[in-house]
């Protein structure tokens, strides 16, 4: 099975920034799309970014259009999401996912994505 392993969250001031990596093994990634879903307490998981696997298409949620930017290093495996202007609404648990098929009309649903890391909190204070 793949393993994901994110990394970089933590406690951050309004208005500050934050990088979260996503490291990935037992795939080859060069062929899959890669993403960041969070939930918040309470919420349901929603969708963050999304990167696809030729590396020139990146979808963003529109509340974190602008802010944040999300890129990938297929000869690491590994998925960042640079986050900038961080606001309190962004506190949440962030995971990063992997999907071998990509669904145009659906790739916000979690339940199209295959293969989820454990999650990092970030929490953003006012």
């Known amino acids: 099975q793949v393993q994901l392993v994110e990394s970089g969250g933590g406690l951050v001031q309004a208005g500050g920034s934050l990088r979260l990596s996503c490291a990935a093994s037992g795939r080859t990634f060069s062929n899959t799309d890669m993403g960041w879903f969070r939930q918040a307490p309470g919420k349901e998981r929603e969708f963050v970014a999304a990167?696809?696997?030729?590396?020139?298409?990146?979808y963003y949620a529109d509340s974190v259009k602008g802010r944040f930017t999300i890129s990938r290093d297929n000869a690491k495996n590994t998925v960042f999401l640079q986050m900038n202007s961080l606001k309190p609404e962004d506190t949440a648990v962030y995971y990063c996912?992997?999907?071998?098929?990509?669904?145009?009309?659906?790739?916000?649903?979690?339940?199209?994505?295959?293969?989820w890391g454990q999650g990092t909190q970030v929490t953003v204070s006012s």
């Open positions: 990167a696809r696997r030729n590396g020139g298409t990146t």
């Open positions: 996912a992997v999907t071998p098929t990509w669904w145009y009309d659906n790739y916000r649903d979690h339940r199209r994505w295959d293969y």
